[in-house]
């Protein structure tokens, strides 16, 4: 059977994005201060799944650089995630981890669980993405409260909201790290959103995060369809509002605080990501949360491989780098939206 034109076109955006993922992974592992050819990357992972001999290229490939490139992958993916849900929930373009303090209220849930926890690794495994999830979680209803008028949520109050409780968190984060000034050159610098030193153990932990995060989006995509005509009509075509709001919020903070938890603070990537992919798609969320997944994944990857290389052997923490592409990116759709009002 032939399938439809609207599926074999799904099949094939979704292909090309995995493939220019795939790429853009060998690339990322490939470059770097010790240059290794894209053979060597693929012949150091064939002797990982093989069990042959490990060269010392195989070492950077296998211990160094693939565990830190499927993290920016995961990161990218997550926070992909999450901007695609914010923006359908609330019906606003803007909408973003970062711009909605979310990802503020993770790094503040963080930093305490750092600081409550003391150097114990398995405490930290364990506790810097529960602490992270609640300061996520709880910014979030404390942004969707303040942005409330009568029951309705006014997206510009929703932004304004966002980023006043994103500066207070910060400060607060801030405050936290003057009293325990030994923390706080460590923390500064994963605050300012970084991939450094990271291991196969980060990515698992996003990786389970990251998947149970996703369980609700894939299957609910037509409910965020509908989401996106207002929540009186949506009700009226038979989504439960209020309890599905709840779950897509906890996914995306869930997703959100896997992310800083591994990585601290990248911004715009929930901005970027999505908005690009439905330019160019359309708003079905039954292709656009795929493809934002998979976009997101490149354009971190990209972003980490471009702060590794462009000031080398000086690395640039990643999260500048999405903060110089993001802010005027941010600039551009709020001039947009202002010219077709």
Same mark, same amino acid.
């Given at each position: ?9 799904? /099949? &094939?955006?979704? *292909?090309?994005?995995?493939?220019? =993922?795939?790429?853009?992974? $060998?690339? @990322? %592992?490939?470059? #770097? !201060? ?49 901007? /695609? &849900?914010?923006? *359908?929930?609330?019906?606003?373009? =803007?909408?973003?981890?970062? $711009?909605? @303090? %979310?990802?503020? #209220? !993770? ?50 109050? &929703?932004?304004? *909201? ?71 009509? *949506? ?107």
């Amino acid at each position: 059977m032939t399938p439809a034109p609207g599926r074999s076109r799904t /099949v &094939l955006v979704l *292909a090309g994005l995995a493939a220019a =993922l795939v790429l853009a992974i $060998i690339a @990322g %592992v490939a470059f #770097g !201060a010790v240059p290794i050819s894209p053979g060597e990357v693929v012949g150091a992972i064939a002797h990982a799944l093989g069990g042959g001999e490990r060269t010392l290229s195989d070492a950077v490939v296998l211990d160094l650089r693939l565990p830190r490139v499927l993290l920016a992958a995961l990161v990218g993916a997550a926070l992909a995630l999450a901007g /695609v &849900l914010y923006q *359908a929930l609330f019906r606003n373009p =803007l909408a973003d981890p970062y $711009i909605l @303090g %979310v990802s503020s #209220g !993770a790094g503040l849930g963080a930093t305490v669980a750092m600081m409550a926890l003391g150097t114990s690794y398995m405490m930290r495994a364990i506790g810097v993405p529960l602490g992270a999830f609640a300061g996520a979680g709880l910014t979030m209803l404390l942004v969707v409260r303040l942005a409330s008028r009568r029951g309705r949520l006014d997206p510009t109050s &929703l932004l304004l *909201a966002g980023m006043a409780v994103s500066y207070i968190l910060s400060a607060l984060t801030s405050f936290l790290l003057v009293l325990d000034r030994e923390q706080m050159s460590g923390v500064v610098f994963w605050m300012m959103g970084g991939l450094q030193n990271r291991s196969w153990e980060h990515v698992a932990s996003l990786g389970v995060m990251f998947a149970i995060g996703s369980i609700a989006p894939a299957l609910y995509h037509r409910e965020l369809d509908l989401m996106l005509l207002g929540d009186e009509r *949506a009700g009226q075509l038979g989504v439960p509002v209020e309890r599905f709001k709840t779950l897509a919020l906890a996914s995306a903070s869930l997703v959100v605080a896997g992310a800083v938890s591994v990585s601290g603070l990248i911004g715009f990537i929930g901005l970027m990501t999505p908005h690009m992919v439905r330019l160019a798609l359309g708003p079905r969320h039954r292709l656009l949360l795929p493809a934002s997944v998979l976009a997101g994944a490149i354009v971190l990857v990209v972003a980490d491989l471009f702060a590794r290389v462009v000031l080398a052997p000086v690395e640039i923490p990643v999260g500048i780098v999405t903060a110089l592409a993001g802010g005027p990116f941010f600039l551009w759709i709020l001039l947009r939206k202002e010219r077709t009002r």
